[in-house]
């Protein structure tokens, strides 16, 4: 590789990264329209930055309903845990008590008996932080799952 494809191969993946650093904040920040063009010009919706959050987890951990809900819709795995204890974007979201985030990854799939590596699922997340809504929303879920 010459000296030149290597300085624009460099510029590109700078680009690049820029790029996911912009999704991930603007996931966490709310900024629906920046995700939208962000994902239109298609930065990967599972993307990180070798970080533990992406921007779906970004998004539920601030309880950004619309912006999970174009991520969702551009293929971010709800499934996706992050590197740190293995939180799921589920997790983040019945952590921080976020009701409309849960029903939405709910609805998208999540999985409500995911555990964590310390072994809690959400409702147990949601529990310890003192969301009793939320857990009781994801304790139904759970029976719901077990009786399908």
């Known amino acids: ?5 290597r300085s624009s191969r ?10 996911v650093e912009r999704l991930l904040s603007a996931s966490r ?16 919706p599972n993307a990180s930055l070798g970080i533990a959050c992406g921007p779906l987890q ?16 551009a293929a971010a795995d709800v499934h996706l845990a992050d590197d740190d204890d293995h939180s799921t974007p589920l997790h983040l979201a019945a952590e921080f008590g976020h ?17 964590d590596t310390f ?8 529990t310890e932080c003192g969301h009793a809504e939320v857990a009781r929303m994801l304790q139904e879920a759970a029976r719901g799952h077990a009786n399908t």
């Open 1 to 5: 590789m010459s000296r030149a494809e």
């Open 10 to 19: 460099s510029k590109e993946e700078k680009v690049a990264l820029e790029r």
């Open 29 to 44: 920040r709310g900024e629906v329209p920046s995700v939208q063009l962000l994902l239109e010009e298609r930065v990967d």
């Open 58 to 73: 970004q998004a539920a951990a601030h309880g950004q309903t619309e912006v999970a809900k174009l991520l969702i819709q």
């Open 99 to 115: 009701a409309e985030v849960v029903r939405l990854l709910l609805q998208a799939g999540a999985q409500p008996g995911e555990l």
């Open 119 to 126: 072994g809690r699922c959400p409702a147990d997340k949601a």
